[in-house]
Nanobody, 123 residues
Framework: QGPLMETGGGAVQAGGSLRLSCTAS?????MAWFRQAPGKEREGVAA?????????SDSVKGRFTISADSAGAGDTLYLQMSSLKPEDTAMYYC??????????????????WGRGTQVTVSS
């Protein structure tokens, strides 16, 4: 098992909410959430760095909120998702970096990845 583990996925109706969590073993300089729907490329959703500066994709801005805290043995990353739409259906992945101090939505920045948690939004 790697240093990142996501929880909190599930099935919800359109307009509903879900909160994803990512438990990390250790500390990271930047963390992010990505998603991938069947037949589509992996897409950056939201990112946060240790100054708590956040970045969002246009598709989720105003609906999703990324946050993070540090306690004990590692960081925990959250994604609060509201006003969910069927097009938000995807596998959601947590990603982390230990070197760059700016968190981007570029997948190649992140060497550490969780296994993903499925989010399904029905209409």
């Amino acid at each position: 098992q790697g240093p990142l583990m996501e929880t909190g996925g599930g099935a919800v109706q359109a307009g509903g909410s879900l909160r994803l969590s990512c438990t990390a073993s250790g500390s990271f300089t930047a963390m992010a959430w990505f998603r991938q729907a069947p037949g589509k490329e992996r897409e950056g959703v939201a990112a946060i760095d240790r100054t708590l500066t956040t970045t969002y994709s246009d598709s989720v801005k105003g609906r999703f909120t990324i946050s993070a805290d540090s306690a004990g043995a590692g960081d925990t990353l959250y994604l609060q998702m509201s006003s969910l739409k069927p097009e938000d259906t995807a596998m959601y992945y947590c990603a982390a970096d230990r070197w760059e101090h700016t968190a981007t939505l570029t997948a190649s920045q992140y060497p550490f990845w969780g296994r993903g948690t499925q989010v399904t939004v029905s209409s």
